[in-house]
């Protein structure tokens, strides 16, 4: 039986029917709307899914160094050597600091880049002694503190869509050019570092 012949009813009733009959039948077979496309910096991206800004970092140069959290200096006016110990007693932090919500990546390029033992944050610890024997009419500098990177580099920011961010800055869109920056790196390597000269 077709759907028309569902209705019997006579005069303008049965029309009316029949009519709200098609009416169903159709809202029941067409889509909904289609799935809205936006663009964001010339790339077309379904609706609900949020760009992401991605930074990538090149390293220009990296120069080691020495952060000194304390210091002191001890002269050994004798003829004989003499036996002389030093403890840390002053706490220093040292912070790198980057873009909030790009900590990881920064740090994944300073351990990669840089040094295995780069650290985005340290504080030198109290207590920490070393012992060193003086020989005689010489001057000992002793510093505390951590060893350290300072370094130049470039980074340059990317926009991109779903999976494009696995492979940027494949398949990425550039954010202006890169810009260049300079940090010092701590390390969690820390202790004295003694220098001995004549008095």
């Given at each position: 039986m077709s759907i028309f012949g569902r209705?019997?009813?006579?005069?303008?009733l049965g029309v009316?029917?029949?009519?709200?009959a098609i009416a169903s039948l159709l809202l029941a077979v067409l889509p909904g709307p289609a799935q809205a496309a936006t663009?964001?910096?010339?790339?077309?991206?379904?609706?609900?899914?949020?760009?992401?800004?991605?930074?990538?970092y090149t390293l220009i140069s990296s120069v080691p160094t020495f952060?000194?959290?304390e210091g002191r200096s001890v002269i050994n006016a004798l003829d004989a050597p003499v036996t002389t110990t030093f403890?840390?007693?002053?706490?220093?932090?040292?912070t790198v600091s980057?873009?909030?919500?790009?900590?990881?990546?920064?740090?994944?390029?300073l351990t990669v880049s840089v040094s295995q033992n780069a650290t985005l944050s340290r504080t030198t610890a109290l207590g920490v002694s070393a012992t060193t024997v003086m020989p005689p009419r010489t001057r000992v500098l002793a510093e505390y503190?951590?060893?350290?990177?300072?370094?130049?580099?470039?980074?340059?920011?990317?926009?991109?869509l779903g999976?494009?961010?696995?492979?940027?800055?494949?398949?990425c869109n550039k954010n202006g050019g890169p810009t260049r920056e300079a940090r010092n790196v701590p390390t969690v390597i820390e202790g004295w570092r003694l220098t001995s000269t004549p008095a």
């Open positions: 209705f019997r009813m006579p005069g303008l009316f029917a029949v009519v709200a663009t964001a910096d010339s790339t077309v991206r379904p609706h609900g899914i949020v760009p992401a800004h991605v930074k990538v952060n000194v959290a403890t840390s007693n002053q706490s220093r932090t040292y980057t873009s909030t919500g790009h900590q990881a990546s920064f740090f994944n390029f503190g951590i060893e350290a990177f300072d370094i130049v580099y470039d980074v340059q920011g990317y926009t991109c999976s494009n961010c696995r492979t940027c800055p494949v398949n």
